[in-house]
């Protein structure tokens, strides 16, 4: 590690340890070392040859809800087999030892839940729940499929009430996020003072405009990632590199501070 990275790092803890309450926004980048891939991936197999905004739309599901549903299950699978990594075991160790930290992901994946993070808000849903394409019970028309049969060639399961489809309980490009976690994340993101940004793009709105809002209400955000992103210039401290290898060196940095 550098000396100028070191020096960042050294940074970014006194203003983890000052803080009084931080938001972690987190991105498929923060899952990417636990062997998911992030949507900046190429897709592959039958699914390379569509983009992720082309197949997680409601309009890819009615059109074709085999392929669409093929490829959740493909995706099911590879978060089943996945285990968190340190950087998600980092962020669980932030959550304990801070006064007060949320974590605001993008992911659909449980890993900062199985990692111990315990206050987490999913802003685009989980992979791992289901429910009625019509929620015909009312919202959230949630169906166990674990304990249904049928017939697989037809992709997904009937919905066991109305007899229609059953999707992934994710958010769709052109969907509406659910709005007790939206909420959330903004009352956290305007009322703290960092805002740890880890794996992401910054290209999916609305969850890219939390670091401005942040930013905007006397927050410093300080940026976890490999490369440089659109929220870079937001970023009062830039740790480049895996979250995988610099969120534990923070949490080790964090806690030389106190003693
Ligand atoms: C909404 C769930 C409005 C599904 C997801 C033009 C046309 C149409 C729509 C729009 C448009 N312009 C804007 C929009 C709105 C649209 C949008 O933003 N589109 C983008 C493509 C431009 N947004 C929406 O549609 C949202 N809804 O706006 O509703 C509305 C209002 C009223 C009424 C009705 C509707 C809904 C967006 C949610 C979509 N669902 N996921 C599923 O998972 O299948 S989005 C999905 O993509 C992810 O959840 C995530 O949010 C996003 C991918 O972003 P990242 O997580 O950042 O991942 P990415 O791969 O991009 O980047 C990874 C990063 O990690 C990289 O920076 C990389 O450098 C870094 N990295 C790599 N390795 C590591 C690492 N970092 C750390 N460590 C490492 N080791």
Redesign the pocket.
């Given at each position: 590690m550098t000396g100028s990275q070191r020096n960042n790092i050294l940074a970014a803890a006194s203003l983890l340890h000052n803080a009084r309450s931080v938001t972690v926004l987190?991105?498929?980048?923060?899952s990417?070392?636990s062997g998911v891939p992030?949507?900046?991936?190429a897709l592959e197999g039958l699914w390379a040859r569509f983009s992720?905004?082309q197949?997680?739309t409601s309009e890819a599901f009615q059109r074709n809800p085999k392929l669409v549903w093929d490829w959740?299950q493909f995706?099911r699978e590879l978060v089943q087999r996945a285990t968190p990594n340190p950087?998600h075991v980092a962020i669980a160790s932030l959550e304990k030892r801070l006064p007060r930290l949320i974590t605001v992901t993008?992911?659909?994946d449980d890993l900062h839940e199985r990692a111990g993070s315990q206050y987490v808000y999913h802003?685009?849903?989980r992979?791992a729940n289901n429910r009625c394409f019509f929620d015909c019970q009312g919202d959230g028309t949630y169906i166990d499929v674990s304990r249904m049969t049928w017939n697989r060639e037809f992709g997904p399961p009937p919905c066991p009430y109305c007899g229609r489809w059953v999707r992934?309980d994710?958010?769709?490009?052109?969907?509406?996020?659910p709005v007790d976690a939206l909420e959330k994340a903004m009352e956290s993101s305007i009322s703290s003072e960092v805002m740890l940004v880890?794996?992401?793009?910054?290209?999916?709105?609305?969850?890219?405009m939390l670091p401005s809002l942040a930013r905007d209400h006397g927050a410093v955000v300080i940026e976890?990632?490999?490369?440089d992103?659109p929220l870079t210039a937001l970023a009062t401290i830039k740790l480049s590199?895996?979250?995988?290898v610099?969120l534990p060196s923070l949490l080790q940095a964090l806690e030389s501070h106190a003693h």
């Amino acid at each position: 590690m550098t000396g100028s990275q070191r020096n960042n790092i050294l940074a970014a803890a006194s203003l983890l340890h000052n803080a009084r309450s931080v938001t972690v926004l987190t991105g498929a980048g923060v899952s990417k070392e636990s062997g998911v891939p992030t949507f900046r991936d190429a897709l592959e197999g039958l699914w390379a040859r569509f983009s992720p905004e082309q197949l997680a739309t409601s309009e890819a599901f009615q059109r074709n809800p085999k392929l669409v549903w093929d490829w959740y299950q493909f995706r099911r699978e590879l978060v089943q087999r996945a285990t968190p990594n340190p950087g998600h075991v980092a962020i669980a160790s932030l959550e304990k030892r801070l006064p007060r930290l949320i974590t605001v992901t993008q992911n659909v994946d449980d890993l900062h839940e199985r990692a111990g993070s315990q206050y987490v808000y999913h802003l685009h849903g989980r992979i791992a729940n289901n429910r009625c394409f019509f929620d015909c019970q009312g919202d959230g028309t949630y169906i166990d499929v674990s304990r249904m049969t049928w017939n697989r060639e037809f992709g997904p399961p009937p919905c066991p009430y109305c007899g229609r489809w059953v999707r992934p309980d994710v958010v769709w490009f052109g969907e509406s996020l659910p709005v007790d976690a939206l909420e959330k994340a903004m009352e956290s993101s305007i009322s703290s003072e960092v805002m740890l940004v880890i794996g992401t793009s910054g290209l999916v709105s609305p969850a890219s405009m939390l670091p401005s809002l942040a930013r905007d209400h006397g927050a410093v955000v300080i940026e976890v990632n490999p490369d440089d992103t659109p929220l870079t210039a937001l970023a009062t401290i830039k740790l480049s590199g895996p979250s995988g290898v610099l969120l534990p060196s923070l949490l080790q940095a964090l806690e030389s501070h106190a003693h």
